[in-house]
């Protein structure tokens, strides 16, 4: 498992913490780190522990698609799956993603919708009413044009798949999981599974970011994935 981490002590802990409680033991979790804050502080914290397999990096530059990439080189498992420091896992949600690659010997990625936690006001009414109805058109309309909507902190991908591909466009600095997801349909399926929830915070669009984060992505989403078709 891969994790990019730029200066989350706030929620990196929760994160951790939900990888603990999973029903299936034996995978690692890679954290790379690009923090001026306490974020590496607890992450020693749970290395001591010793109930997760953790291993820390360090990535001076910043960066998303940097920071995912040199997780994702790190890792040593023949499946990788993807994580964000601000996300909270089920405790099947690993057991869930070994299901969905058992089904199909065809399939090199799976992906997952995620429902947003800690929404204050306008967020929380966005969120819950129009963010669901949003991704559903737009997954649909990805599917039209034969692209799979993947989000970076709700994935996996078969290791082989991702090396022959290239890993991700490091030069991005957003939807660098998406980019990844287009060329990954040249090596197999790429199965959503409506049951692989994971949970983000809703940080980012609480205040004026209900109005920000929808504009942004919708601009990035054309030129990064849209206009590159």
Request: with cysteine; proline share 5%; aromatic share 10%.
């Given at each position: 498992?891969?994790?990019?981490?730029?200066?989350?002590?706030?929620?990196?802990?929760?994160?951790?913490?939900?990888?603990?409680?999973?029903?299936?033991?034996?995978?690692?979790?890679?954290?790379?780190?690009?923090?001026?804050?306490?974020?590496?502080?607890?992450?020693?914290?749970?290395?001591?522990?010793?109930?997760?397999?953790?291993?820390?990096?360090?990535?001076?530059?910043?960066?998303?698609?940097?920071?995912?990439?040199?997780?994702?080189?790190?890792?040593?498992?023949?499946?990788?799956?993807?994580?964000?420091?601000?996300?909270?896992?089920?405790?099947?949600?690993?057991?869930?993603?070994?299901?969905?690659?058992?089904?199909?010997?065809?399939?090199?990625?799976?992906?997952?919708?995620?429902?947003?936690?800690?929404?204050?006001?306008?967020?929380?009414?966005?969120?819950?009413?129009?963010?669901?109805?949003?991704?559903?058109?737009?997954?649909?309309?990805?599917?039209?044009?034969?692209?799979?909507?993947?989000?970076?902190?709700?994935?996996?991908?078969?290791?082989?798949?991702?090396?022959?591909?290239?890993?991700?466009?490091?030069?991005?600095?957003?939807?660098?999981?998406?980019?990844?997801?287009?060329?990954?349909?040249?090596?197999?399926?790429?199965?959503?599974?409506?049951?692989?929830?994971?949970?983000?915070?809703?940080?980012?669009?609480?205040?004026?970011?209900?109005?920000?984060?929808p504009l942004w992505n919708i601009k990035n989403y054309i030129e990064v994935v849209l206009l590159s078709i």
């Amino acid at each position: 498992m891969a994790i990019p981490a730029y200066n989350e002590e706030e929620y990196i802990g929760a994160c951790l913490e939900s990888l603990e409680k999973q029903s299936c033991p034996n995978f690692e979790v890679v954290v790379c780190l690009t923090c001026t804050d306490r974020t590496e502080e607890i992450v020693a914290g749970f290395a001591r522990r010793g109930i997760l397999d953790l291993k820390v990096i360090h990535e001076p530059k910043k960066g998303i698609a940097l920071a995912r990439q040199r997780a994702f080189e790190h890792t040593s498992g023949e499946i990788i799956a993807s994580a964000d420091a601000d996300t909270e896992y089920p405790p099947w949600w690993i057991e869930r993603i070994r299901e969905d690659f058992m089904t199909n010997p065809q399939i090199v990625a799976v992906c997952g919708p995620v429902r947003h936690r800690e929404a204050k006001g306008l967020a929380r009414l966005y969120l819950s009413q129009f963010y669901p109805l949003i991704d559903a058109l737009a997954r649909e309309a990805s599917e039209r044009l034969g692209l799979v909507n993947v989000i970076g902190s709700n994935f996996a991908v078969k290791r082989k798949a991702f090396e022959r591909v290239g890993g991700f466009d490091t030069s991005l600095s957003a939807f660098e999981d998406n980019e990844l997801a287009k060329r990954l349909k040249s090596e197999g399926e790429i199965l959503y599974d409506p049951i692989m929830v994971a949970y983000p915070s809703a940080r980012r669009y609480n205040g004026l970011g209900v109005f920000r984060v929808p504009l942004w992505n919708i601009k990035n989403y054309i030129e990064v994935v849209l206009l590159s078709i």
